[in-house]
């Protein structure tokens, strides 16, 4: 389905005066307003294919229909994501569920509605059909040499799709680890995951980046051989310049201080990005910002600080993190939300938090912590977390040629209705 331009600007007309008496009150509260809607319009936050159907939980999926049956309409809902908010430039594909047939007319396609490829993800954590050894007692960790070649040739080969349609980064996600005490030898299975990964690592070109996932738990296990940011950090180093940790915010264990440990890997050189989404309990794969909107302020309110560049990053001017800065990504699982509709939230959730940590006046605030006055430290903390920066997100994503408010255009043009009338009510299996 496509969204026509008039469409949006006749949206934006009937919300233009509303929204400008909104942004005039916040241009005359805050001193660099254009600065910040600069950083948001260049922030781009990748969308995961395998959010845009309904997910499931262990138990069962109740899809709302209209879900794309091919990865042609996976890119064309991201395109209509990013025609709404003008956030959406990217998109992550999971290999093998992905394979583009003709990689040439992908990128085409994908350029088409100004999406780039983001980073590739590899499955070592599913036996696929036609597979010659079994990842039930895990894959780059597993004992037997034969299944670790499986497994390590897998991730080349999605290395290879990756490039084809121009992407420079490689996820790794591993659901290798054991269920109970005995199992595994733990030194055994970091050192196999880490020859693994090495002739992974030697297979990346020059310019691709690894993002090694860390994961605390998943249900039936006793132990995890990615399991904290400390073990992932530990890959990375060895690894070397073009591997980094991968940060997904659902992956820790409850009340974990997500934000310090962003700060330290910052601190490292070694933060490879983000798996945006939210949680109460456990890798809920929830709308980001849904449940602990503070959290996700701290996280951003690390990443502006004033640091140190990363080697061969340019300096975050102002904070402005860009879009290349880091890996910027959505993974979030839908079951009673339309699956675009929690996107459009989640896009939203990310940029008002990004918005408001660039209020932070981190002079001021450092100032409070040289002087011990935690009062003042936290003051300024929520008196940022607690401006309604929603116009100069809108704004941003008016300059850029997008929607006022996402969320009432896709409802107002009945799109998952169209959606429906066009694809049906089929479920189609998403892989997660
Ligand atoms: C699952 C894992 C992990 C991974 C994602 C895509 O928990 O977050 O990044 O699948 O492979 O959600
Ligand atoms: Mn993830
Ligand atoms: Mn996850």
């Known amino acids: 389905m496509n969204l026509e ?8 007309d009937a919300l233009l005066k509303k929204h400008e008496a909104k942004l005039n009150f916040l241009q005359s509260e805050i ?12 922030f781009q936050i990748a969308i995961p294919s395998w959010a845009l159907g309904t997910g499931g939980t262990r138990f069962g999926r109740f899809s709302g229909g209209g879900e794309p049956r091919t990865l042609e309409e996976k890119i064309e809902d991201v395109g209509l994501l990013h025609a709404l908010n003008r956030a959406s430039g990217a998109i992550s594909l999971h290999i093998p569920w992905d394979i583009p047939q003709d990689a040439r007319a992908i990128k085409a396609l994908a350029a088409q509605h100004g999406l780039k490829f983001d980073a ?5 954590f599913q036996d696929q059909k036609d597979q010659q050894h079994s990842y039930k007692f895990g894959s780059l960790q597993n004992v037997n040499k034969a299944i670790r070649k ?3 040739e897998h991730n080349i080969e999605v290395v290879r799709h990756g490039i084809e349609l121009g992407s420079e980064s490689l996820t790794v996600w591993l659901s290798d680890g054991s269920c109970f005490p005995g199992q595994l030898n733990f030194r055994t299975a970091f050192q196999n995951t880490l020859e693994s990964l090495q002739e992974i690592y030697a297979a990346l070109p020059d310019d691709w980046k690894m993002f090694v996932e860390y994961k ?3 249900p039936n296990f006793y132990s995890m051989t990615v399991g904290d940011w400390g073990q992932s950090l530990l890959y990375a180093q060895k690894l070397g310049d073009k591997a980094y940790t991968l940060v997904d915010l659902g992956h820790h264990l409850p009340n974990a201080n997500i934000e310090q440990i962003v700060a330290l890997l910052l601190m490292e050189g070694k933060l490879g990005g983000f798996h945006f989404n939210d949680s109460k309990y456990g890798d809920d794969d929830l709308t980001c910002g849904s449940i602990n909107p503070y959290q996700l302020f701290l996280i951003f309110n690390e990443l502006v600080a004033p640091q140190a560049p990363r080697k061969g990053e340019p300096e975050a001017p102002f904070g402005g993190l860009g879009a290349s800065a880091f ?3 959505i993974d979030a699982s839908h079951n009673v939300k339309d ?14 938090s990004y918005a408001q940590a660039l209020l932070v006046d981190t002079h001021a605030l450092e100032t409070a912590r040289q002087n011990n006055d935690v009062v003042t430290a936290q003051e300024i903390l929520q008196g940022a977390f607690r401006t309604d920066v929603r116009a100069l997100v809108a704004e941003a994503r008016l300059r850029a040629g997008g929607a006022l408010h996402p969320l009432a255009l896709f409802r107002s043009l009945r799109v998952r209705e169209n959606l429906i009338a066009e694809r049906g009510t089929a479920t189609v299996a998403t892989g997660l």
């Open 120 to 124: 590739v993800n590899s499955n070592t």
């Open 31 to 42: 001193a660099d307003t254009e600065r910040i809607i600069q950083s948001l319009t260049e």
């Open 150 to 152: 499986q497994a390590i």
């Open 216 to 218: 605390a738990f998943e």
């Open 339 to 352: 699956p675009l509709e929690d996107l459009i939230q989640s896009v939203e959730a990310i940029m008002n």
């Open 5 to 12: 331009s008039y469409k949006i600007a006749q949206h934006n």
């Open 327 to 329: 890996g910027w990504m």
